[in-house]
């Protein structure tokens, strides 16, 4: 790894943005670390990154993970019930960086219409007929999650929310951000878009304390 560039900690990195986040750090020459409950999934990466064995509520665990880093990027996103929310996640890393003495940054991907962007999602048509159709089955719980409040009510931590619009797996192509009182953009946007805006926030601090919606370019 090269010493020179900063340690990043990745949460989330097998998953389906988080790859992109591992692959753009590797590609930018980043020394990396990563949380994998099963670091089997991430042996052909064993001499390029560190892997920390765990999961996301194993505090200790977290905690090692954080060690010395300078930027933490969190994919933690939605799963099966009852793990439809990302809060109890993001409990346990605010406590592991609270044990630091040293606090990284903390780079975290939420979504549009989570928070004051809520009325971003009302302008879409799309956004709309979506939440009719899940919020009997998920929705609801979903945008109740507070994991953006913890975030934000942490005077301790240096953080930026990406909330990104609804997430697909197509090519790259590009990425507008907009604060929440802002017009909307697309709403779609690539995950390796969202990945992209991630891993420039380590080097670009001007998005800090501010949470930023990501639409698509095109």
Same mark, same amino acid.
Request: with cysteine.
């Given at each position: 790894?090269?010493?020179?560039? &900063?340690?990043?900690?990745?949460?989330?990195?097998?998953?389906?943005?988080?790859?992109?986040?591992?692959?753009?750090?590797?590609?930018?020459?980043?020394?990396?670390?990563?949380?994998?409950?099963?670091?089997?999934?991430?042996?052909h990466?064993?001499?390029?990154?560190?892997?920390?064995?765990?999961?996301?509520?194993?505090?200790?665990?977290?905690?090692?993970?954080?060690?010395?880093?300078?930027?933490i990027?969190?994919?933690?996103?939605?799963?099966?019930? &009852?793990?439809?929310?990302?809060?109890?996640?993001?409990?346990?890393?605010?406590q592991?960086?609270?044990?630091?003495?040293?606090? &990284?940054?903390?780079?975290?991907?939420?979504?549009?219409?989570?928070?004051?962007?809520?009325?971003?999602?009302?302008?879409?048509?799309?956004?709309?007929?979506?939440?009719?159709v899940?919020f &009997?089955?998920?929705?609801?719980e979903?945008?109740?999650?507070?994991?953006?409040?913890?975030?934000?009510?942490?005077?301790?931590?240096?953080?930026?929310?990406?909330?990104?619009?609804?997430?697909?797996?197509?090519?790259?192509?590009?990425?507008?951000?907009?604060?929440?009182?802002?017009?909307?953009?697309?709403?779609?946007?690539?995950?390796?878009?969202?990945?992209?805006?991630?891993?420039?926030?380590?080097?670009?601090?001007?998005?800090?304390?501010?949470?930023?919606?990501?639409?698509?370019?095109?």
């Amino acid at each position: 790894m090269n010493n020179q560039q &900063p340690l990043i900690a990745i949460i989330g990195a097998t998953g389906a943005t988080g790859k992109y986040v591992l692959q753009g750090a590797l590609e930018r020459g980043y020394a990396i670390r990563v949380l994998a409950r099963t670091p089997e999934k991430l042996s052909h990466l064993k001499e390029k990154v560190e892997i920390v064995k765990g999961s996301v509520d194993d505090v200790e665990a977290v905690k090692q993970l954080f060690e010395g880093v300078t930027v933490i990027i969190s994919t933690l996103g939605t799963n099966k019930k &009852p793990n439809y929310i990302v809060e109890k996640g993001v409990q346990t890393m605010l406590q592991a960086i609270h044990r630091l003495k040293n606090k &990284p940054r903390f780079i975290h991907m939420s979504a549009v219409g989570l928070g004051n962007s809520i009325q971003q999602c009302k302008n879409s048509w799309l956004w709309t007929f979506i939440v009719k159709v899940t919020f &009997p089955l998920v929705g609801r719980e979903i945008f109740a999650d507070r994991a953006e409040q913890l975030i934000i009510a942490d005077k301790h931590v240096k953080w930026v929310i990406a909330r990104a619009a609804i997430l697909d797996n197509k090519p790259s192509r590009g990425y507008i951000t907009r604060l929440a009182h802002e017009s909307t953009g697309k709403m779609f946007i690539s995950r390796q878009d969202i990945a992209e805006f991630m891993l420039t926030c380590v080097g670009d601090t001007s998005f800090d304390e501010k949470a930023i919606s990501l639409f698509s370019a095109t």
